[in-house]
Nanobody
Framework: QVQLVESGGGLVQAEDSLGLSCTPS????????VGWFRQAPGKEREFIAA????????SEADSVKGRFSISRDNAKNTVYLQMNSLKPEDTAVYYC????????????????????WGQGTQVTVSS
């Protein structure tokens, strides 16, 4: 059972930048497609970004395109979410998710396709 650990959340001001990291508690990350989701109070979980196993393919939600970017370093067993120009509406708990796949280029945006989830990290953006 893979457990994912997110880190890097915190309280920032609008227009600041923040970087999140996601690592597995054990094993290697190279066999997994990975995604980031977020959930604000009273709202449904929302897709943010996803990356393929080899890092060559990515997808970002329209709401964050141009501000957020996802990347990975399989040698460091880590997937990153770089968030720039943060807005108060970006305030949410951010979750990392992973799914084992043989497809090196598969990018998954639907939360129901992910089998492993982290506990989440809070990101709060003040105006």
């Amino acid at each position: 059972q893979v457990q994912l650990v997110e880190s890097g959340g915190g309280l920032v001001q609008a227009e600041d930048s923040l970087g999140l990291s996601c690592t597995p508690s054990e094993g290697t990350f190279g066999g997994y497609a990975v995604g980031w989701f977020r959930q604000a109070p009273g709202k449904e979980r929302e897709f943010i970004a996803a990356i393929s196993r080899n890092g060559d393919m990515t997808s970002e939600a329209d709401s964050v395109k141009g501000r957020f970017s996802i990347s990975r370093d399989n040698a460091k067993n880590t997937v990153y979410l770089q968030m720039n120009s943060l807005k108060p509406e970006d305030t949410a708990v951010y979750y990392c998710a992973a799914v084992l796949t043989q497809n090196l280029w598969l990018v998954i945006t639907r939360s129901s396709r992910y089998g492993y989830w982290g506990q989440g990290t809070q990101v709060t953006v003040s105006s």
